[in-house]
Structures are given as C-alpha cells and as structure tokens.
Nanobody, 123 residues
C-alpha cells in the first residue's frame, strides 16, 4: 500500500483545510485510518483516527469540535477536515493505515504511512 497525503498549505487563523490521504497498490478499505502531526521540535502526535468497519472515530482533545476524520472506501481515501485552525495546528501532517482495522492512538501500531503534508496557520 502506498499512501499519498495532500491538501496542506498556508491558511489564516480561523480558516479551513481538507487533507486527503489516497491509497494505491491495494485497497485499504478494511484498514483503520489515522492522522498524526509533528510540529518543529516536537514529537509526532496522534490527531484523529477512524476504525473499520464500524467507523468509530477518536480525536486528540485539542482538535475536538474542529477537525473531522472521514473515509471514502470507494476511493480508498481518508480525509481530515480541519476548521477553525489555530497557529498551534501548524505542523507536518501524516496519514497512516492499520491492517487490522482497529483504531489506535499509537503511531507504532500503523503499518503504512504517507509522506506528510505541511500545514501552516498564520496570524
């Protein structure tokens, strides 16, 4: 499975972005999906995840109510809709998928990773 993350960019405080994570090579429609981020000088942290098949979602507290993770199995794509962006959301965002479909906040649990897309929130 190869993952391609896209959708990052420069946005003003309060703005929105939608990140996409498209898979190729084989379908990952039965995999759990996750988004992580890494800000300069900080460790990679879990942002959001979605399980399969029940679609249970989980978010880090700092993004609850602002970010929404979703998936389109027909397109082998996982999305992260980010609204009301803040400067502290600035980071490189990575998508990942896990073969067993179980949602995890642990980056080590994921089997495949995308290359990362930079999100910069400016005031």
């Amino acid at each position: 499975v190869q993952l391609q993350a896209s959708g990052g960019g420069l946005v003003l405080v309060g703005g929105s972005l939608r990140l996409s994570c498209a898979g190729s090579g084989r379908t990952f429609s039965s995999y759990a999906g996750g988004w992580f981020r890494q800000a300069p000088g900080k460790e990679r942290e879990f942002v959001a995840g979605i399980s399969w098949p029940d679609g249970v979602r989980s978010y880090v507290d700092s993004v609850k109510g602002r970010f929404t993770i979703s998936r389109d199995n027909a397109k082998d794509t996982v999305y992260l809709q980010m609204n009301s962006l803040k400067p502290e959301d600035t980071a490189v965002y990575y998508c990942a998928v896990r073969r067993n479909g179980v949602l995890s906040r642990n980056s080590g649990a994921y089997d495949y990773w995308g290359q990362g897309t930079l999100v910069t929130v400016s005031s």
